[in-house]
């Protein structure tokens, strides 16, 4: 039954990571998950001195709201005139070291650091349950990455045209209407319920993976974007199911492994994908040219 359990958990993992994750690829925005998973430390840290708990909920609740942060500040440096990658790696870097100072200053006697509060272990998801009533109904952290999937599903599927246009030509969203800005901040906000929902459980690794390796291969294997959405969750689980029994046969990391099977399908559509593939596009250039001499 473990078994079942990790396998799920990685899955909607990568099907939440994955969705979002097609937006951040069209917009060139890609490690904004390793930027949200680095300064977020800041708010576990002051949700830690106001609560005097670590009890999961506060944490979660402090991370979500660093990760808003984040990406609100990395908007808005964008918007002065910084490039967008630049922003991200001034953000995260800066909020990460106020975390660092914080932690040194306030809770040099606790454990209290990523490692021991997000940087989950996928392994350890089985024995992490919820009880109603005396009764087991599942593992925390398939409820709490199930119900940050159907959020995104729901909001994605309501909005879908205007994620959509915003993606792809934010200036003519902005001259038919519609807020470009909200839904900018809309789609960070559903990237950060994501990520902090999924890192407690399974860690950054897998998270930050599967935000940027399932998209970036469906992205090579169609130009249509609902395509590209299912392609990615499609892969995403896939490499879960077959990460999973990847570690078991080598007996490592279970979160590694599942990455690792992703980059070995990106790896595949770099080199074979009908339009992008490196060695079909060789290859019909090859017979381009024989026909061309012929």
Request: proline share 3%; glycine share 10%; hydrophobic share 55%.
């Amino acid at each position: 039954m473990s078994t079942f359990w990790i396998i799920l958990t990685g899955a909607l993992v990568a099907a939440s990571c994955g969705i979002v994750g097609c937006f951040l690829v069209l917009r060139k925005m890609a490690m904004i998950g390793d930027a949200i998973s680095h300064s977020v430390l800041p708010g576990i840290v002051i949700a830690f001195l106001l609560s005097g708990s670590r009890d999961s909920l506060f944490m979660l609740l402090g991370a979500a709201a660093l990760g808003l942060v984040t990406v609100f500040l990395i908007q808005w440096l964008h918007r002065s005139g910084v490039q967008s990658d630049a922003s991200i790696g001034v953000v995260f870097t800066a909020l990460f070291a106020v975390g660092v100072i914080l932690v040194s200053l306030y809770t040099r006697d606790i454990d209290l650091d990523l490692d021991c509060v997000l940087y989950g272990e996928i392994a350890y998801v089985p024995w992490n349950t919820i009880e109603i009533g005396g009764t087991d109904i599942g593992p925390k952290a398939v409820w709490g990455i199930g119900l940050a999937l159907l959020l995104i599903v729901l909001i994605v599927g309501a909005f879908f045209k205007q994620f959509k246009l915003c993606a792809f030509d934010p200036a003519l969203a902005a001259a038919v209407g519609i807020p470009v800005a909200l839904f900018h901040y809309l789609l960070m906000g559903l990237v950060s319920v994501s990520t902090v929902a999924s890192f407690e459980s399974v860690g950054a690794i897998l998270v930050v993976g599967m935000l940027v390796v399932p998209p970036a291969t469906a992205y090579l294997l169609t130009d249509s974007l609902s395509r590209m959405i299912g392609y990615s969750a499609l892969v995403g689980c896939g490499s879960a199911v077959a990460g999973y029994y990847v570690a078991r046969v080598l007996d490592a990391s279970i979160s590694g492994s599942m990455v690792c099977v992703a980059g070995a399908m990106f790896l595949l559509a770099l080199l074979l994908s009908p339009k992008h593939g490196v060695l079909v596009r060789q290859w019909k250039q090859r017979r381009f040219a024989r026909e061309r001499s012929a």
